[in-house]
C-alpha cells in the first residue's frame, strides 16, 4: 500500500486508521476506506488484486529509443495485476528524474513522496499490457532506465527492471 500511496500518505493513514478504528472491530473495507479518503484516490481495485487474488505483478522495460528529440520508454504488463509504476530515469551527467505511472482505475496519484520528487504521467490503462513513457531529454543524454528502484513494488521477476544504454 505504501508503494501505491507514497509513504506521507501512507503514515497520515495509518494514523487516522488507528484513531478512528481503535476499541473496535474494523473490516478489511474499513481499513481501505482510510486510505481512500486520506490520499484522495480510489483503491477497491487494490483489495480485489492484491489482497482477494493470487494475481502476479510483471513489468518490464521492452525498448528504449530515440523518438524525435526525446526518448521512448517502452513498459510491458506481463502479469496479470496491474499497478502503478515508479521509473528512476540515470542521465549520463550523473542526475535523475523520478516519473510515477497511475493506474486509470485509480482515478488519482500519489503525491510527492519524502524522497523523491515524481513527475506524474499520464494514466496507464489497466486494460493496456503497453505502455509509452516519453522523457523530454534526448536519448543520447540517457544513461539508464529502473523500474521500481525502492524495491517495493512485489515484482515477480527484477532482472527485466533495468535497462542501461550502451555508449555509442
Known sequence: MEYVVGSQVFDKALLNYYYKWKFRHPSSHDFLRVYENTAHMELDWYLDYFINSTKVIEYLIEDIRAEENKTLVTLKRLGTM??????????????????????????GQKSTDLDHNFKVEPDWPWTNPNYDLILDQPIDKVKAVRIDPTLRLADFDLSNNFKELQDN
Open 82 to 107: 496491474p499497478m502503478p509504476i515508479d521509473i528512476e530515469v540515470t542521465y549520463k551527467d550523473g542526475s535523475t528524474s523520478w516519473h510515477t505511472i497511475p493506474l486509470t482505475i485509480m482515478r
